[in-house]
């Protein structure tokens, strides 16, 4: 099959490799139809991330066509199916609660020593994101291996377009996840920092909750519009002072929940210097532990503050004192994908929330490398790459 | 008992290790000098799991360095077991305490490649599952040099008790040992 392989910074390809088999009994093989290309990819293709091999397999936002299933799968030949990028087992003490991004059974025995080391527990397995989330390959490819078929991939009924549904995978869910942690009440002020595709879910997400007024900040002036176009007001905190803009919009109070979204690209499992290296050399790298320091100081007196951007290390100033005085509560985590799928599809399907909107490029797979390469350089206008395997190359 | 710890911590997470003064609780005619404990919460009753692992012959499917298991009657089996280097290391092991649902124990035979004891216990713990605990004593070949080589290999036995119980655990909730390979001969090299 054709696949996007990682061969190292800025250097991904479009190769032949062998293709996927069901290795297990709850396999089932997905012939993929639309996958995006996530920020956290990024950081893959900037090569920050540690235990990449040169020849894996990337993408996690993935869906197609059941083509194969092992003996027990629940899915069928021909059903449609978005694919959870967390790979999580349904059976642990974990997923019976609905964490299922603290799975204890996703990652492979030996994957889970790192994680271990890092965390103090090993998280659940990712799809096409290093080896410290498992090696497992990913979803830029015609063809993918998926583990636990019968508890992690969503049946899409007929006569919905794989672009309407495509985002269960991911950043939708992490919309909802991050408005959901945020423990927003009707009439609330809402502030997102950062309007990637998670930030302007989550505007999506805290409106449906019940926000009276939502904030969005970033600098890119398409992005902010998007934001608008939800109803939101924007801070463009290259023209503005945000704390000082926030504390003026709210009459002095501050925002009753604060949701950092910058960074929040980042699924990834970050150690220390790579960390820095990221905060010294990307645009809004240096601003990217500032966002979580600004939403804590910014945020009213007893109020809640959500983070679905990823920290994967450890960052200073730290505003310890200010968290506590206040008495601001703090809540996060990686996207418990499969808890959210259900009601999020069927929330698309009555026409609540708006997905396709987000979707600036559409390009076959064999043109994936480039496609890195204009969401790399281009931010501002390429808001999301997604990559169609069947369509023919330009 | 003379040797254990003053507070609740296990014997195996001490600072300094005192095997020798600590006459493996619990293990009778402990064998070996280097102790390996390690503790996972599996979410399915004890019964089940003490039924399936008290069947040695189903060990190698999640014990990874464990080519096969020969049961020889109801108490003797004997087991072969990769080593660093490509070597295989033999010995016959016999059961020496056993508590039906809760707790198995042994201690290899003389003439044993290497020596050891230990115990497996089923502890249940409501809707979390059963706690299961291994506690394995060994003499590792050529003492100290060869435990460091072994680890390096990865072959040490407390990076393998860490891994083969989380494979346990893996086999007993979902049924399958979790694999990244995308096809079976990945799957196959990974096995070695």
């Given at each position: 099959m054709r696949a996007l392989t990682w061969h190292g910074k800025h250097d991904v390809r479009i190769e032949t490799v062998d293709d996927p088999e069901i290795i297990n009994p709850r396999d089932a093989i997905i012939k993929v139809t639309a996958t995006a290309i996530c920020g956290s990819d990024l950081h893959l293709y900037d090569g920050f991330i540690p235990t990449m091999q040169k020849g894996d397999i990337l993408g996690h936002e993935f869906m197609g066509e059941v083509v194969e299933t092992g003996p027990a799968s629940t899915l069928r030949k021909g059903e449609r199916v978005v694919v959870p990028f967390t790979i999580a087992c349904g059976n642990c003490y974990h997923c019976g609660k609905h964490q299922y991004s603290a799975c204890d059974n996703g990652l492979p025995a030996d994957n889970?020593?790192?994680?271990?080391?890092?965390?103090?527990?090993?998280?659940?397995?990712?799809?096409?994101?290093?080896?410290?989330?498992?090696?497992?390959?990913?979803?830029?490819?015609?063809?993918?291996?998926?583990?636990?078929?019968?508890?992690?991939?969503?049946?899409?009924?007929?006569?919905?377009?794989?672009?309407?549904?495509?985002?269960?995978?991911?950043?939708?869910?992490?919309?909802?996840?991050?408005?959901?942690?945020?423990?927003?009440?009707?009439?609330?002020?809402?502030?997102?920092?950062?309007?990637?595709?998670?930030?302007?879910?989550?505007?999506?997400?805290?409106?449906?909750?019940?926000?009276?007024?939502?904030?969005?900040?970033?600098?890119?002036?398409?992005?902010?519009?998007?934001?608008?176009?939800?109803?939101?007001?924007?801070?463009?905190?290259?023209?503005?002072k945000t704390y000082d803009a926030l504390m003026e919009m709210t009459g002095g109070i501050g925002p009753d929940a604060c949701i950092d979204a910058v960074g929040l690209e980042a699924h990834g499992f970050f150690v220390d210097n790579v960390w820095d290296q990221i905060k010294a050399s990307t645009f809004l790298g240096t601003d990217r532990a500032h966002s979580i320091r600004q939403a804590i100081i910014a945020c009213r007196k007893g109020g809640r503050v959500s983070m679905p951007a990823v920290y994967g290390g450890f960052i200073d100033k730290f505003p310890l004192g200010a968290f506590?005085?206040?008495?601001?509560?703090?809540?996060?985590?990686?996207?418990?994908?499969?808890?959210?799928?259900?009601?999020?599809?069927?929330?698309?399907?009555?026409?609540?929330?708006?997905?396709?909107?987000?979707?600036?490029?559409?390009?076959?797979?064999?043109?994936?490398?480039?496609?890195?390469?204009?969401?790399?350089?281009?931010?501002?206008?390429v808001t999301k790459v997604v990559l169609k395997p069947g369509l023919a190359a330009a | 008992m003379s040797g254990q710890l003053p507070d609740s911590a296990p014997p195996a997470t001490a600072r300094q290790r005192q095997a020798k003064e600590w006459p493996a609780d619990g293990v009778d005619d402990a064998v070996g000098d280097t102790l390996v404990g390690q503790a996972v919460t599996i979410n399915r009753p004890a019964s089940e799991l003490f039924s399936f692992f008290r069947d040695f012959a189903n060990l190698p499917s999640f014990m990874e360095n464990v080519e096969r298991v020969e049961v020889l009657d109801a108490e003797?089996?004997?087991?072969?077991?990769?080593?660093?280097?490509?070597?295989?290391?033999?010995?016959?092991?016999?059961?020496?305490?056993?508590?039906?649902?809760?707790?198995?124990?042994?201690?290899?035979?003389?003439?044993?490649?290497?020596?050891?004891?230990?115990?497996?216990?089923?502890?249940?713990?409501?809707?979390?599952?059963?706690?299961?605990?291994?506690?394995?004593?060994?003499?590792?070949?050529?003492?100290?040099?060869?435990?460091?080589?072994?680890?390096?290999?990865?072959?040490?036995?407390?990076?393998?008790?860490?891994?083969?119980?989380?494979?346990?655990?893996?086999?007993?909730?979902?049924?399958?040992?979790?694999?990244?390979?995308?096809?079976?001969?990945?799957?196959?090299?990974?096995?070695?």
């Open positions: 889970q020593d790192i994680a271990q080391t890092l965390y103090g527990q090993p998280m659940s397995g990712l799809f096409g994101y290093s080896h410290m989330t498992g090696g497992y390959s990913g979803g830029q490819a015609e063809y993918v291996r998926v583990p636990f078929s019968d508890v992690g991939p969503i049946v899409i009924p007929d006569g919905v377009d794989d672009e309407e549904v495509l985002f269960l995978s991911d950043i939708l869910p992490t919309g909802w996840m991050a408005a959901e942690n945020a423990g927003i009440e009707p009439g609330d002020i809402v502030a997102v920092w950062g309007c990637g595709p998670v930030g302007l879910f989550a505007v999506q997400s805290a409106f449906l909750m019940g926000a009276d007024r939502v904030i969005a900040i970033d600098h890119f002036p398409h992005r902010l519009e998007l934001a608008r176009k939800f109803g939101a007001e924007t801070i463009n905190f290259e023209e503005s506590m005085e206040k008495g601001l509560t703090l809540k996060t985590g990686q996207t418990h994908v499969q808890h959210y799928m259900p009601g999020l599809l069927q929330a698309i399907l009555d026409g609540k929330i708006d997905t396709t909107f987000l979707i600036s490029h559409r390009l076959p797979l064999e043109e994936a490398p480039e496609g890195y390469r204009m969401f790399h350089d281009r931010q501002n206008e | 003797r089996s004997r087991w072969a077991v990769k080593a660093p280097g490509g070597k295989t290391v033999e010995w016959t092991s016999g059961i020496t305490d056993e508590v039906p649902d809760r707790l198995i124990a042994w201690a290899s035979e003389k003439g044993a490649d290497v020596p050891n004891s230990g115990r497996i216990d089923f502890r249940p713990a409501g809707d979390r599952g059963t706690v299961v605990t291994a506690t394995i004593l060994y003499d590792p070949p050529a003492g100290a040099i060869g435990r460091l080589v072994a680890k390096i290999f990865q072959r040490e036995p407390a990076i393998q008790a860490r891994r083969d119980l989380r494979r346990f655990k893996q086999l007993m909730e979902t049924g399958e040992v979790a694999s990244a390979a995308r096809t079976r001969k990945q799957r196959d090299e990974e096995k070695g």
